[in-house]
């Protein structure tokens, strides 16, 4: 069964900080990796996509890797702003059969940036 | 192209009542997903629709719960005999099939809270 982990679970960082979110799975046979944000009460945005085959991919101040092998990936926030403020979470696509590809997800990881 | 929309996106209830959700995914997508999110946790699986075919349902589906989704466009979720347990939010994702990427979308969720 695949387990994806969060670390840290929370964070809380000045205002103009990089800062890196990880996120590891237990079975490296994904077929995409895929990383969101979630504001209190709402549902989910996504931020990246990342599919098997790259090896990281980029939207404005997000960065995200992935090293499927090792079964590792990482959100990078440059220059953060306190809007960042968010739970982010990851997610592994993987097919389980039958044409259906299930998304699992972690825990997430609630950053707060403090301005 | 408006995203994904859930209906109600607050609904409570009394323990025993029947409750239904409603989910309009991005037109043209063909795959449709419902999850749980209760407090603190990433969201879980619940069931997966490719057009109209309900292709997977996760064990937490229980005989109390059951998705439709008629003619492959709009889903319904529907609850019975509801317990206390059953509170959460019940998110719903939809994606087009293709073979260049099985990014998800979700909507901003309905939140049950049984009483």
């Known amino acids: 069964k695949q387990e994806v982990t969060q670390i840290p679970a929370a964070l809380s960082v000045p205002e103009g900080e990089n800062l890196v979110l990880n996120c590891s799975f237990t079975d490296s046979a994904i077929y995409n990796l895929q990383w969101f944000r979630q504001d209190p009460g709402k549902g989910l945005t996504s931020l990246l996509l990342?599919?098997?085959?790259?090896r990281e991919q980029t939207s404005g101040r997000l960065n995200a890797s992935l090293d499927k092998s090792s079964g590792r990936s990482t959100l990078y926030i440059a220059a953060s702003q306190p809007g960042d403020s968010a739970t982010y979470l990851c997610?592994?696509?993987?097919?389980?059969?039958?044409?259906?590809?299930?998304?699992?997800f972690g825990k997430g990881t609630k950053l707060s940036v403090i301005p | 192209d408006t995203g994904v929309s859930q209906d109600p996106r607050h609904k409570i209830t009394k323990r025993g009542q029947n409750v239904t959700f409603r989910c309009d995914p991005i037109s043209e997508h063909n795959r449709l997903y419902w999850y749980r999110q209760t407090l603190g946790q990433g969201p879980e699986f619940l069931t997966y629709f490719q057009n109209e075919a309900q292709l997977e349902k996760s064990r937490l589906l229980s005989d109390r719960f059951s998705a439709e989704r008629p003619k492959g466009s709009f889903s319904t979720l529907e609850i019975q005999r509801t317990e206390q347990g059953d509170s959460a939010m019940y998110l719903c994702?939809?994606?087009?099939?293709?073979?260049?990427?099985?990014?998800?979308?979700f909507g901003q969720g309905t939140r049950l809270t049984v009483v």
């Open positions: 994702a939809s994606s087009l099939k293709s073979a260049r990427t099985t990014e998800a979308f």
């Open positions: 990342i599919q098997s085959s790259q």
């Open positions: 997610a592994v696509i993987t097919y389980s059969g039958a044409g259906s590809y299930q998304l699992t």
